[in-house]
């Protein structure tokens, strides 16, 4: 089994999804570009039946970007799989992720069908899309609480229609590591062909485990993670990217798996998703939040002056955030303050860049020390609600 583990990104399509966040096509396209020189695998642009936003979002990125591939989402329906097509015909590499839920309780309610019309659908949708694309993957929604044995016969059918990825949802975020794990472990000793599929997991963070579900499941044999920059998403959110990659990394003693990632990168895309989404990142959140390093304490302090490892685990420098105490203020150049904005995720046009350090300058004449946190107010507060 490969050690590389494929990064597939939604925060396009499931982190959009979270409550209050809406993104036009230039923001998306601005998440995108820096998905690209974050190294995810796979940018799921959208779901282009959803809305024509939405399919122009998709379609811009999938004529755009390079070197990766594009998904958009697509239910089990030739309609939407002909839609997501249109969006993604002029990507380098398109994919079409189409999904059905399998559990019984989303059977009865939500789709109104039994299990065999639902097993047909999934097989017609995958069938479909393979016409445009090889690359075709497939969601159980709700896997995490169907009939295993089902979801099994499901996998097996969709993979001899032609899924190439056979994705695993925790929709709702019940299951918990070690159920997850023995979950996708049995899944592949019983799905025949599976091993021509690449596994991958979605995981769901209504109890706070998405990230711990996913490494879970990584160790039990998947090879494709999705979630997004933040953890933004429905609900509780998906799992962190963030989290997960620098868990691989971190502990790689114990997993011996690779990705893609540029770290450097990981704390830039933070905050521009931030920005961009308007939603913040909690002080106390693992890896970009604000006191991620920081000590506080004397006897963490006095460790850390003395040994850096003794109180951290990751080196704040690999994911981009900057040890350089450059102090920007009343003195500084558009030079510098431009670099420092690129630094913290912002990437403004001239004339915001012209409004934006004519502020600063205005500040820095009221106060010596011009902080990340006054940047990031200046900008967001002031240039981008202009
Ligand atoms: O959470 C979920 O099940 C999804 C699917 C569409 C993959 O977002
Ligand atoms: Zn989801």
Redesign the pocket.
């Known amino acids: 089994m490969s050690n590389r583990v494929y990064i597939f990104d ?1 925060t396009l ?2 982190g959009e999804q979270s409550p209050g966040v809406s993104l036009n096509i230039n923001e998306k396209l601005q998440i995108a570009r820096q998905l690209v020189r974050l190294g995810v695998d796979i940018i799921e642009a959208g779901f282009p039946i959803t809305s024509p936003g939405d399919f122009a979002a998709v379609q811009a990125v999938a004529r755009e970007v390079r070197g990766i591939t594009v998904a958009g ?1 697509a239910r089990a329906n030739f309609k939407d799989i002909d839609r997501a097509y249109e969006a993604l015909k002029e990507a380098e590499q398109a994919r079409i ?1 189409t ?1 059905i839920a399998t559990s019984d309780i989303h059977l009865k309610y939500k789709l109104r069908k039994d299990r065999e019309q639902v097993l047909e659908a999934a097989v017609a949708a995958v069938k479909h899309a393979k016409k445009y694309t090889s690359d075709v993957e497939f ?1 159980a ?3 995490s609480r169907s009939d295993i044995d089902y979801l099994s016969r499901v996998f097996a059918e969709v993979i001899k229609a032609g899924a190439t990825v056979i ?1 695993i ?3 709702v975020g019940y299951t918990t590591p070690e159920e997850y794990a023995q979950f996708i472990r049995s899944i592949m000793e019983k799905t025949p062909g599976i091993e021509k599929a690449i596994v991958s997991v ?1 995981c ?1 963070d209504d109890l706070g485990l998405a990230v711990a579900n996913s490494l879970a499941a990584v160790g039990a044999g998947a090879r494709q993670v ?1 979630g997004t920059i933040n953890g933004i998403g ?1 609900r509780a959110g ?1 799992a962190a990217l963030e989290e997960v990659v620098m868990g691989l990394y971190t502990r790689k003693d114990r997993f011996g798996l690779t990705t893609g990632f540029n770290t450097k990168e990981i704390y830039r895309t933070s905050r521009l998703v931030s920005s961009l989404t308007g939603m913040p990142v909690q002080p106390n959140k693992a890896v970009v939040g604000k006191n991620a390093f920081a000590h506080e304490s004397g006897i963490h302090q006095d460790g850390v002056l003395k040994e850096r490892t003794t109180y951290e685990i990751m080196n704040p420098e690999m994911l981009g955030i900057s040890s350089n105490n450059l102090v920007l203020g009343k003195h500084s150049g558009r030079h510098a303050f431009r670099e420092r904005l690129s630094e913290l995720g912002f990437e403004l046009s001239d004339e915001e860049l012209n409004l934006a350090f004519a502020r600063f300058k205005a500040l820095a004449d009221k106060k010596k020390e011009i902080t990340d946190q006054d940047l990031q107010a200046l900008v967001e507060d002031e240039i981008r609600q202009i």
């Open positions: 939604t399509r499931d989402l992720h999904f969601s929604e709700d896997a994705n949802p925790d929709t979605h769901h999705e429905e998906n």
